[in-house]
């Protein structure tokens, strides 16, 4: 079983890149057949990992979020479903060339690191807990949707004010449409990490006892938090749209993923049930 899963977590990781390689194509030469043949792999690559994970989860016998590797590969296909969702509403291909790197990210990270054969702590067999985990991983898909289209912003507004008009102009929507997603993105992100910290805080609380509070990953998604409601707070009051805003969306995003993954691994203990 361990060889099977070990192979068909590779796979997951191969068909992604093959996926990444056609929407980069499509980047280079956009036509509506690179379009449908992307599309197609994006859902190959999603069927893949479904098997995947199907797989893992009767290794572990519970649903792959016992610990930070697990959880790596159950966020990147959550997001790929959430991707697939927002590409097929808005007929928009051209952002999967900025969103499937993370998703490679994310899935060779858990590769390497995963372990089969942890143990399960009893504080994830609680209800409260799932429901807590599915708060955090919507909300940073949420937030990785607002990193993606704010670093298309970023790069189109720059090819715009060179007044060299080149591929990013030619392939990427308008600015006020990447704008409105990013910021649509980020408040909806901003409400699912709100409901999640403050369950996971209430579960804490009947959890752990001592200065938990404090625990490095704690502080770091109140970090997280706040930077987002500073997105929020400077859009409404302050009128940071655009390139403001989209600067603070990719600090607030990169801070995320050093909290997710560095922080949990490497520093917090509660998170890793230790």
């Not at 199907?54 to 649903?63: C, F, M």
């Not at 599915?134 to 189109?156: Q, R, V």
């Not at 600015?175 to 699912?192: E, M, R, T």
């Not at 006892?209 to 704690?218: I, Q, R, S, V």
Request: proline content about 2%.
């Amino acid at each position: 079983m361990r060889e099977f899963l070990t192979t068909l977590s590779w796979a997951v990781f191969l068909v992604y890149g093959v996926t990444l390689w056609h929407y980069i194509s499509f980047f280079k030469n956009k036509t509506a057949a690179k379009a449908t043949l992307s599309r197609r792999w994006v859902i190959i690559s999603v069927a893949v990992h479904s098997l995947y994970l199907a797989v893992l989860t009767t290794r572990l016998g519970h649903i792959p979020v016992s610990d930070t590797f697990t959880l790596l590969t159950a966020c990147a296909w959550f997001f790929v479903v959430v991707y697939l969702i927002i590409e097929l509403r808005l007929k928009e291909v051209t952002m999967g060339v900025f969103f499937l790197p993370i998703i490679l990210l994310l899935q060779v990270v858990s590769n390497l690191f995963i372990n089969f054969d942890k143990t399960l702590s009893p504080v994830l067999l609680e209800l409260f807990f799932e429901v807590h985990v599915a708060f955090m991983i919507s909300a940073y898909a949420a937030f990785t949707i607002s990193c993606i289209a704010s670093i298309m912003y970023i790069l189109l507004a720059r090819e715009m004010q060179s007044k060299k008009l080149g591929i990013f102009f030619e392939r990427l929507p308008s600015l006020q449409f990447i704008d409105n997603l990013s910021n649509h993105a980020v408040n909806i992100g901003l409400l699912l990490v709100m409901f999640g910290f403050a369950l996971g805080y209430y579960m804490g609380l009947g959890v752990w006892e001592g200065t938990w509070a404090f625990d490095p990953k704690m502080i770091a998604v109140a970090v997280s938090l706040l930077i987002y409601i500073v997105h929020f707070v400077t859009r409404r009051s302050f009128g940071w749209q655009g390139h403001r805003a989209a600067i603070v969306s990719v600090v607030g995003f990169s801070w995320l993923l050093f909290s997710f993954i560095i922080v949990t691994t490497f520093f917090s203990k509660i998170h890793n049930f230790q």
